[in-house]
Structures are given as C-alpha cells and as structure tokens.
C-alpha cells in the first residue's frame, strides 16, 4: 500500500536494525483517515471470502481493525492482554511474548464471542516473530472457527513471522513489507496488497 509506505518513510523510524518506530500515526497518535484507506483495502481484497468476523488485539490493532470490521459489515473482536473483572464465563487464554516489551502476557478471548459458524480475518500492527498472530490464531481455532486469513499493516519481512504462519497453514496478507532497516534506513519489498 504506497500510501502508508510513504508514510513510513516520511515519519517512521528505525530505532535499531529490528524495531521500527511509528508512534505519530499507528501507536501513539492515530491518523483516522490513513486507518480509514486501510480499513477498506483489507475489506476490499477479502470482500468474496465470506469473513463473518475480525480478530483484533488490543490496544493499536483496534484503530485499522475497526475499519475493516465496518467496511466488511461484521463485528470486531478484541482479544485482551488483560484480564479484567468484565470478563467472565468461558474463556480461552494462551501466553504470548511480546516482541517489543520482552515481557509475557495472556491474550483472552471470551468464548461467546467466536464460534464455530465463524470465518475470521486477523488483524494487527506489526508481524514481527509470529507470535501475537501465532496466538490470535490459536484462540481462534480453540473456539472452533476458520481462519480466512491474518491481515497485517507492516511486515519486518526479514524476521520469522511470515514463514512461521504460513507454515501453519495461514494465509498471510501483508500491506507493507520491511526487507531491511538499519539506523536511518528503511527498505520495502513487493508487498501483498
Ligand atoms: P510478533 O508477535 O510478531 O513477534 O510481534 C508483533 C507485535 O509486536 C505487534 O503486535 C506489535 O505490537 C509489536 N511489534 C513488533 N515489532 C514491532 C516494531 O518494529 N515496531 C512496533 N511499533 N511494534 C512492533
């Protein structure tokens, strides 16, 4: 997607050879119109593909996710990092590491709130090692619903995110794929959509 590549080069920064830094339009502050073009694009490249509802995590897949879920017409679910009195009943729960803080948390899905007659898009910020995705996924499935696809903003294609989904069978949809970054330097690679 050109348009948040150029927004990547314009703003983004690389922070080291594997961090990339977009905190004044995905993480920190949210540009709603570039969540918007977004929103649609992935809803456009899985209109045929009968997604009756999107997957998010929280807290900065939630802006693009909602977009997609509008623009798809279906719900959007957020799978927590938190666990909170609010959630109760049935709930499924896998640990996740996360890539930028080191640290491990439990990613929650409330039953309800995916079932077996689901078919899901995934969506997330960033495909770094897998991991999020790998555990949004899992979840997913331990409801009893499909997988159409993980729809990711940026991919650091030089990590082992991609090849480790896709080795599991999930189809990855990538918006903007990083081949490398270094101090300075930000490079793409043909992307998926
Ligand atoms: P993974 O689970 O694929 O290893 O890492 C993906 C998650 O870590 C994303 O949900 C995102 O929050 C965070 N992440 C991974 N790499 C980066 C990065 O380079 N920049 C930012 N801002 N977040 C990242």
């Known amino acids: 997607m050109k348009s948040l590549e150029d927004r990547i080069l314009s703003e983004g920064k690389a922070l080291s050879d594997s961090v990339l830094k977009v905190n004044s339009f995905i993480n920190h502050m949210v540009d709603p119109k570039l969540m918007h073009e977004i929103g649609d694009t992935f809803a456009a490249y899985y209109k045929d593909s009968s997604i009756t509802k999107v997957v998010t995590i929280e807290?900065?897949?939630?802006?693009?996710?909602?977009?997609?879920?509008?623009?798809?017409?279906?719900?959007?679910?957020?799978?927590?990092?938190?666990?909170?009195?609010?959630?109760s009943g049935d709930v499924l729960q896998t640990n996740i590491t996360?890539?930028?803080?080191?640290?491990?948390?439990e990613l929650t899905l409330e039953r309800a709130y995916v079932s077996p007659e689901d078919h899901v898009l995934i969506?997330?910020?960033?495909?770094?090692?897998g991991e999020a995705a790998t555990g949004a996924?899992?979840?997913?499935?331990?409801?009893?619903?499909?997988?159409?696809?993980?729809?990711?903003l940026i991919e650091k294609s030089f990590q082992r995110g991609r090849s480790r989904l896709e080795k599991n069978g999930y189809k990855v949809t990538s918006l903007v794929r990083v081949s490398k970054l270094a101090k300075g330097k930000i490079e793409f690679m043909q992307a998926d959509i």
């Not at 996360?98 to 948390?105: E, P, R």
């Not at 969506?123 to 090692?129: E, G, K, Q, T």
């Open 98 to 105: 996360s890539f930028t803080k080191g640290t491990s948390y």
């Open 59 to 87: 807290v900065s897949g939630i802006a693009p996710a909602v977009y997609t879920a509008e623009a798809l017409g279906v719900p959007l679910v957020i799978l927590k990092k938190q666990t909170s009195k609010t959630l």
């Open 137 to 152: 996924a899992c979840l997913v499935q331990e409801a009893g619903a499909s997988i159409a696809g993980i729809g990711i």
């Open 123 to 129: 969506i997330d910020d960033f495909l770094a090692n």
